[in-house]
């Protein structure tokens, strides 16, 4: 985890964490008063200098997906789309009422 800054503006934006296995950046989930300090003006592009000239500190992409699961069962990609069948199906049958 790296702490990253959305803005180079002093007191604009609060500190985020950045995770470069995940890709992602996001706020601490403990209410602090470190989550509140101003980052410094160089932190925004620290990050993606740091792994731009440094491509070995990289860490490799994870191989397995995230697979949605009811109850450890995997739901079937057809799920989705027979839920937005038959919501509009229902939102039809709606406005005829």
Known sequence: MLSNSLSDTPGEAL??????????VSTPKTPSRKH????????????TMLFTVHTECRPKQPTNQFMSKVCSC????LSYQMQFQAASNFESIKTVQ
């Not at 500190?15 to 992602?24: G, I, N, Q, S, T």
């Not at 509140?36 to 990050?47: E, N």
């Not at 995997?74 to 990609?77: A, C, L, Y």
């Open 74 to 77: 995997k739901i079937h990609p």
């Open 15 to 24: 500190v985020k964490l950045y995770c470069p296995k995940c890709m992602d």
């Open 36 to 47: 509140h300090t101003k980052a410094p003006t160089w932190v925004p592009v620290s990050v």
